[in-house]
């Protein structure tokens, strides 16, 4: 199915990964040499590199001089009882799994990286049908970190279809938007503010708890195709060039292509590839207001209110001034119900002292 390297030094392990890989169908080069593992990258050019080591810094001091494009993801195999300090690398997807575990877990998370490489290698469009269906089999996401934690109780309701856990495709998607918002220009925590003005706008809309569900998720992952552009697009100071800007503007295609990838949900999907259409019908794909799906327009709202009081490249403004330049921005960039929505949350409210008689 896949180019896998593994990287460890103990020939038992190496050996016991190599087998268990291939039960999958993978074809799987061994580099027992940490110092040499990266050179076994670019020859091999996998589509994922597994590293069982007991010196995850060592490892890392071999991975950079990456290739052009997006760089194999890497999963650390660990000992449970280890501590572990999360990484990140602004130029590579870092996942882990801690030993012990099981086959269908390391496999299923195994695939579930594979197919981000895949997604965004290819550039794929997105699809509604899943040619590789999961498997019936439940379990929920053993998410860590803030963002993950959030992410497994909005994630695992989704029902898989085939042999391998749910569980793990849900981690890689907490895991890939974590590290999208990471790279991101916004300060930590972008998207879990997103995900919190959207609640507030759903309750001043009313909507079901089905809608609300739906938009949760997708507020959590929104940005989630961010993962496949370069930092200097990112952080770039100043309107984008035309070509930058066409870059720019596949983050949402992607985004919805990798969630469909790994736990596909048609609603979600498209709050996620519809959320920068706007009312004027000068959005990203230039839409009809009215073919473009309620969540897509909350999520609209929230994202640019967060973007005005939190961006790391252009100038920021305090939440009073935000809110003023929402109601400016009123069914012309943004959809008046949602901005009405959530001004009324956030607008200061005047302190009411009640006056007590004198006794």
């Not at 019936?136 to 963002?147: I, T, V, Y």
């Not at 100043?238 to 295609?253: C, F, K, N, S, V």
């Not at 967060?306 to 959809?335: E, F, H, P, Y």
Request: glycine residues 6%; contains cysteine.
């Amino acid at each position: 199915m896949a180019n896998v390297l593994v990287v460890a030094p103990n020939r038992e392990q190496a050996k016991d990964m190599r087998s268990l890989l291939r039960l999958d169908g993978h074809h799987v080069a061994v580099e027992r040499s940490v110092e040499r593992w990266h050179g076994a990258e670019r020859e091999m050019r996998p589509e994922l590199v597994v590293a069982h080591s007991d010196s995850t810094s060592a490892i890392l001091r071999h991975a950079g001089g990456q290739s052009r494009g997006f760089p194999a993801p890497l999963l650390f195999i660990h000992r449970e009882e280890e501590f572990f300090n999360d990484t990140h690398l602004n130029d590579r997807l870092i996942d882990r799994i801690a030993s012990p575990f099981t086959d269908v877990e390391l496999l299923a998370r195994v695939d579930a990286l594979i197919r981000v490489k895949q997604v965004i290698q290819k550039d794929v469009a997105v699809r509604r049908a899943w040619d590789e269906p999961r498997s019936p089999n439940r379990s929920e996401a053993k998410a860590s970190g803030g963002l993950m934690r959030r992410l497994g109780g909005l994630l695992n309701r989704r029902v898989p279809q085939s042999q391998l856990p749910l569980g793990p495709y849900l981690e890689v998607a907490a895991r890939v938007a974590d590290w999208a918002d990471s790279r991101d220009a916004f300060e930590p925590g972008h998207a879990e503010r997103v995900t919190t003005f959207c609640a507030m706008i759903a309750d001043g809309l009313g909507l079901s708890p089905h809608e609300i569900s739906c938009l949760l998720r997708a507020a959590m992952l929104h940005d989630i195709g961010k993962v496949a552009l370069p930092l200097d697009i990112l952080h770039h100071q100043g309107p984008l060039e035309d070509g930058q800007m066409r870059l720019m503007r596949t983050h949402t295609r992607r985004g919805a292509a990798i969630l469909n990838a790994l736990d596909p949900d048609p609603e979600v999907n498209d709050t996620i590839l519809y959320h920068h259409e706007r009312p004027d019908g000068t959005g990203y794909y230039e839409r009809d207001a009215n073919d473009v799906p309620r969540a897509a327009k909350v999520l609209a709202v929230a994202e640019v209110f967060d973007a005005m009081t939190s961006s790391k490249v252009t100038q920021t403004v305090d939440a009073t001034q935000a809110l003023g330049l929402l109601k400016k921005s009123r069914g012309i960039s943004l959809d008046p119900d949602c901005v009405d929505a959530l001004v009324d949350k956030l607008r200061p409210r005047p302190k009411v002292i009640p006056l007590v008689p004198c006794i």
